[in-house]
């Protein structure tokens, strides 16, 4: 266990946070203001908690630090070059994690000639070279632009299976977190939300707020069950659970044979769920997936998120049955 809060106190920042982050890669979560760069504070020692305790694991004998810290704005040193950020922290040569980044060309600029995207890779380069067994990092790439931001946090990951250090680190990037991460913790208004393997986040959400922390997603409650004629596996689930979390990936649609009203029933085929048939009123593209709004049951519009090609480009009035595919365990 790498750290262990008790009854964590911070001002107004953090209340009462009891909390176990083990070794591996975990994301903080949360919205703006919620207490994450509160809690890396503590996690790092910058900030000492009001009360409660914080207990930290021994790094052992092959790491150089216990923990690197990259606060969100960097903490670089405006004086220190681009190279020399390195060569402070590490006995090693700084030529290869630099042009890993892409920045030996930049190797002898010093802070304030970087670009923002340049001084987010550095910050994240400094604290790999540190050679700590914890590294901390908030919002870590944040600036880089999106285009090669993938490749940087595959090279991070690369390097921290290589050498056994974790991550603790906080997103609004919630396909960094379902990348990279292994397991979650939300805050809200300064407490511990929710805590989990991402998976389990991804799949089995808890209520819509928590889903959409990873992505787009589908929340069907009774009544949204009921309007698209989905069978009493779902509709048991939403009742009891207050709703069951469909990511777009596990919704389809499919023409419907003999048109609005035909009885289709509700038809397992493994764990695809079928409903009864609903009308198109609108089908687009939105954001990489599709968006269909569709009349249910009882004349109720609904809007659904589905993978693009299927189901997208339905003409209004078009008549079709809606799937839905249940992982096991569908909530928690």
């Not at 920042?13 to 979560?29: E, F, K, N, P």
């Amino acid at each position: 266990m790498l750290f262990d809060l008790r009854d964590v106190e911070l001002g107004v920042r953090l209340r009462g946070v009891s909390l176990r982050i083990a070794g591996g890669v975990t994301a903080i979560l949360g919205y703006s203001g919620a207490g994450k760069s509160s809690l890396l504070s503590v996690l790092a020692g910058f900030e000492q908690p009001t009360c409660g305790s914080v207990e930290r694991a021994d790094p052992g004998a092959g790491a150089a630090l216990p923990c690197y810290w990259v606060p969100q704005s960097g903490g670089l040193w405006s004086h220190v070059s681009v190279r020399g950020h390195v060569e402070l922290v590490s006995a090693g040569t700084a030529d290869e994690i630099l042009r890993a980044f892409d920045l030996w060309e930049r190797r002898d600029a010093c802070p304030g000639d970087l670009s923002q995207g340049e001084r987010s890779r550095l910050s994240v380069v400094r604290a790999l070279s540190a050679g700590a067994a914890v590294l901390l990092m908030d919002e870590p790439l944040s600036h880089v632009d999106p285009v090669r931001k993938p490749g940087y946090w595959e090279e991070l990951s690369c390097r921290l299976r290589a050498t056994g250090a974790s991550l603790v680190f906080s997103s609004h990037e919630p396909g960094v977190v379902l990348r990279h991460a292994e397991r979650v913790v939300c805050l809200r208004a300064g407490r511990v939300w929710h805590e989990s393997a991402v998976r389990d986040l991804y799949e089995r959400a808890p209520d819509r707020q928590l889903g959409e922390f990873l992505g787009p997603l589908n929340w069907l409650d009774g009544a949204l069950a009921v309007a698209l004629g989905l069978g009493a596996e779902v509709l048991g689930e939403a009742d009891r659970r207050g709703g069951v979390c469909v990511r777009p990936e596990r919704l389809r649609l499919r023409a419907a044979e003999g048109g609005v009203g035909a009885d289709l029933g509700c038809v397992a085929g493994g764990r695809w769920v079928r409903g009864g048939v609903v009308r198109v009123l609108e089908s687009r593209l939105a954001g990489g997936l599709a968006e269909t709004v569709v009349v249910g049951v009882g004349g109720r519009e609904c809007r659904l998120l589905h993978v693009p090609g299927v189901g997208v480009g339905w003409g209004v009035g078009s008549s079709v049955y809606v799937e839905v595919s249940l992982p096991e365990g569908a909530v928690t």
